[in-house]
């Protein structure tokens, strides 16, 4: 499976972005992060066959992941976004953990800072 990541930026705290996550195969798909000296964390998950969603606690309630009819790209909206949420966002075929054999896109950057 191959994927990439788009849409981050620099955004103030309290601002909004959408990451988008292109998918060359129906997947479940998983958002993780990495922000710098950190370990890679899981953000958010969707499964394809039930579209049931899943969330890391610290992004509950601010983060939205969703997906288009075709299941072919992933959506994560991003509300309410503070400085600690600066992190490279990856979209992968994981849910929730990282495991061995999963497929990852490239990456993209989201800067939350004034």
């Known amino acids: 499976v191959q994927l990439q990541a788009s849409g981050g930026g620099l955004v103030q705290p309290g601002g909004s972005l959408r990451l988008s996550c292109a998918v060359s195969?129906?997947?479940?798909i998983g958002w993780f992060r990495q922000a710098p000296g950190k370990e890679r964390e899981p953000v958010s998950c969707?499964?394809?066959?039930?579209?049931?969603?899943f969330y890391a606690d610290s992004v509950k309630g601010r983060f939205t992941i969703s997906s288009d009819n075709s299941g072919y790209t992933v959506y994560l909206q991003m509300n309410s976004l503070q400085p600690e949420d600066t992190a490279v966002y990856y979209c992968?075929?994981?849910?929730?953990?990282?495991?061995?054999?999963?497929?990852w896109g490239q990456g993209t950057l989201v800067t939350v800072s004034s």
């Open positions: 195969d129906f997947n479940d």
């Open positions: 992968s075929t994981d849910c929730m953990r990282i495991t061995p054999f999963s497929s």
């Open positions: 969707i499964r394809s066959s039930t579209g049931s969603t």
